[in-house]
């Protein structure tokens, strides 16, 4: 069956260490995303890619950063600069164009100690 | 992007239809209205969308008023796995990205 993973499900990092999450996806969708949530709130857009080698920042990407070498792949890193890293990370994928629907992953939540 | 705007909450019977409302006031005649539900520490998982037309498929339906400023969410019997954040969102069809921008959502409750 067709889906999206991320890994891990759940990821603990000390203050100050980089840490990479995982997005794969076999739907061969275009288009890729990275959303974050907090407690009691919607998500909001961290990257996006539409097609491999090109992705734009969202609406808070800074402290992140991403890389898309495959069509398969979107890995999502959080740097030591990202002042407030604890959350649910969401990755996401749809088809490029029309009103297509996404599929989300089942998330990782991060927290760090 | 084009807002919208849903109710912060909720509640509904089990086996009685559920309307979720959404205003969008500002949607731009590209703009699909799609809707997603996020059952607790999941992902959102896609329910319905549309443009013009009212839409239905096996998880729900979608009324899309005449002049597209609003729209409603049918469930047409609430179960418990109903239970959800249900998000209106608009997704421009027409611009550069297709990028999903989420509002806070309705939570609904189903009580049994």
């Known amino acids: 069956d067709g889906g999206i993973t991320q890994s891990p499900k759940y990821l603990f990092r000390k203050e100050g260490q980089n840490v990479t999450l995982s997005c794969e996806q076999n739907?061969?969708?275009?288009?890729m995303y990275w959303y974050r949530q907090d407690p009691g709130q919607g998500l909001r857009l961290i990257y996006y890619?539409?097609?491999?080698?090109?992705?734009q920042k969202g609406d808070i990407a800074e402290g992140y950063s991403v890389s898309r070498e495959k069509k398969e792949s979107f890995p999502l890193t959080v740097t030591s600069a990202q002042k407030n890293p604890t959350a649910f990370y969401l990755c996401a994928s749809s088809l490029h164009r029309g009103g297509n629907g996404y599929t989300f992953g089942s998330g990782t939540r991060l927290t760090v100690v | 992007d084009a807002k919208t705007t849903q109710p912060n909450s909720m509640e509904s019977n089990e086996e009685e239809p559920v309307h979720l409302p959404c205003n969008h006031s500002?949607?731009?005649?590209?703009?699909?209205i799609h809707w997603y539900r996020q059952l607790p520490s999941q992902g959102p998982e896609y329910v319905i969308h549309?443009?013009?037309s009212n839409v239905n498929n096996r998880m729900a339906s979608l009324a899309i008023a005449e002049d597209r400023k609003s729209s409603t969410l049918i469930l047409h019997r609430a179960t418990l796995r109903d239970a959800a954040v249900y998000y209106c969102i608009l997704r421009d069809n027409g611009g550069a990205t297709n990028k999903l921008i989420f509002g806070t959502g309705t939570l609904l409750a189903v009580q049994p």
């Open positions: 500002t949607i731009s005649g590209t703009d699909y």
């Open positions: 549309g443009l013009t």
């Open positions: 890619s539409q097609i491999v080698n090109d992705f």
């Open positions: 739907l061969n969708h275009d288009a």
